[in-house]
Structures are given as C-alpha cells and as structure tokens.
C-alpha cells in the first residue's frame, strides 16, 4: 500500500550538512505519520524526527533538537530532514517510515511501533 524511498545520504565531516529526501506514494491514511530513524552498527533503531502530514505538527529527539529539521512539500508527497551542524555520533544507516494517525492517540512518540512501512534507508557518514 505505502512505498518509500530515502535519497541524500553521504560523507560529510564534522560540522556539515546534509539533506534526506523520503518519496512516498499509496495510501494516504497509511502515511499521515512520517518519520525519520538511524540505526548505527550494533546499536538499536531510535527515532529522530517525526511529522503529521496534515498539520505539520512536528516531534524531535533530543539529540538533534536545533539542529535537525523535518519538513514535506506541498504535495504530501515528500519528507525531508534537513541535516546541520551534524557529529560523528550522527552516523547511520537513516531510514523513512509512515503509518496512520489516530485520534486520541500519541502520535508524537519516537518508536518504531506504529510504522508499519519502511524504506530500505540511506546511509550517513560523519568523520571527525
């Protein structure tokens, strides 16, 4: 029902930029929540940003508060994170997800529950 497809990734030193683009197409009710999450080598899959594609309401990780933004076209179609002053740290494989919004429900949480769709990622090189 819902594709996605990550671009943008790269090697970038400490201190750059970057900018991830998600494509999606299918269900519109199956992607009203997107979300961005990286996963590093040994480490467990974290969320780092997610959007409602309605509202535009939007929810970060801590960790990349003031530096990470997330965003969509006009369309909907769309999701990037745009990527500051970006650390070692922020390396990993980056990786699009969607799922639906319920009313009532805590849309704003960073976890993978609640995605049921994925893209295949993109990957993210931050050298000191």
């Known amino acids: 029902q819902v594709q996605l497809a990550e671009s943008g990734g790269g090697s970038v030193q400490t201190g750059g930029s970057l900018r991830l683009s998600c494509a999606a197409s299918?269900?519109?009710?199956?992607?009203?929540?997107m979300g961005w999450f990286r996963q590093a080598p040994g480490k467990e899959r974290e969320g780092v940003a997610i959007?409602?594609?309605?509202?535009?309401?939007?929810n970060y990780a801590d960790s990349v508060v003031g530096r990470f933004t997330i965003s969509r076209d006009n369309a909907e179609n769309t999701v990037y994170l745009q990527m500051n002053s970006l650390k070692p740290e922020d390396t990993g494989m980056y990786y699009c997800?969607?799922?639906?919004?319920?009313?009532?429900?805590?849309?704003?949480?960073?976890?993978?529950?609640?995605?049921?769709?994925w893209g295949q990622g993109t990957q993210v090189t931050v050298s000191s």
């Open positions: 997800a969607a799922g639906p919004v319920f009313a009532g429900g805590t849309w704003y949480r960073l976890d993978p529950q609640g995605f049921g769709y």
């Open positions: 299918g269900s519109r009710y199956n992607r009203n929540r």
């Open positions: 959007i409602l594609l309605g509202a535009g309401s939007t």
